[in-house]
């Protein structure tokens, strides 16, 4: 990947808007902001501002939150991204907003040991990491990943349950693992969303924007 070869990240799915930008030879960045209702009205324009100097001939795949999160949020951005990649001709990388926020809390030291509690406090080498996030109706969005050096593992995919649903695979998993509970401001883990779509970008996947569905919750819903 030469230095003029960035990809973009763009994460609406919670009320604040996050953008990454990055060539992974030095330069790069990434920005939230929290817009809330106004975020459909502002993205064309921070978009267009935040890629300055940059311009849309030196990006070469782009990666959108598809979700879980807000409705309206989620699905701003990906037909944002949709577009764009479409226009563009660009792979277009839908990451998990709960796989975000494992990435970026993946190097928190203090990891629960799902079989023996003295284990508390030890390094986290090999645990999972299990993120949790509230929905509607008080249900919870779900999901349990693994490191490896590929980037993450899927072991538990998004899912909807229920406290008591929820509670009962932590106590039956028989692994170590780390629980991350993610709160708003997800725009904020828009690096990590970048750097997930690297990995698969250098891992030789190019996909087509038009499989892309955001995930609301219960199945992706064309759009």
């Known amino acids: ?92 990388f839908g990451i998990s907003s709960l796989a975000a926020v494992a990435w970026d809390g993946r190097s928190q030291a203090t990891y629960k040991d799902a079989a023996s509690p003295a284990a508390l406090t030890e390094q986290a080498n090999g645990a999972d990491i299990a993120v949790q996030m509230r929905a509607q109706r008080g249900e919870l969005f779900v999901a349990i990943y693994s490191i490896s050096k590929a980037g993450l593992v899927e072991l538990l995919s998004d899912s909807v349950m229920n406290e008591k649903q929820w509670q009962q695979v932590l106590q039956t998993w028989t692994r170590r693992y780390h629980l991350i509970q993610a709160e708003g ?39």
Request: proline share 5%.
């Open 1 to 92: 990947m030469s230095s003029s070869d960035y990809g973009l990240a763009i994460h609406t799915s919670s009320s604040d808007l996050g953008l990454a930008l990055r060539n992974f030879a030095g330069e790069g960045r990434s920005q939230h902001w929290d817009l809330g209702r106004s975020l459909s009205s502002h993205l064309h324009q921070y978009l267009t501002d935040f890629i300055q100097p940059q311009t849309w001939e030196d990006f070469r795949y782009i990666a959108v939150a598809k979700g879980p999160g807000g409705f309206t949020g989620t699905r701003i951005g990906v037909v944002a991204a949709r577009t764009l990649a479409q226009q563009l001709n660009l792979p277009l």
């Open 185 to 223: 401001g997800l725009g904020m883990t828009a690096a990590s969303l970048l750097e997930l779509a690297r990995l698969g970008w250098q891992q030789g996947l190019r996909p087509n924007w038009s499989t892309v569905l955001p995930f609301y919750g219960q199945h992706p819903v064309s759009i």
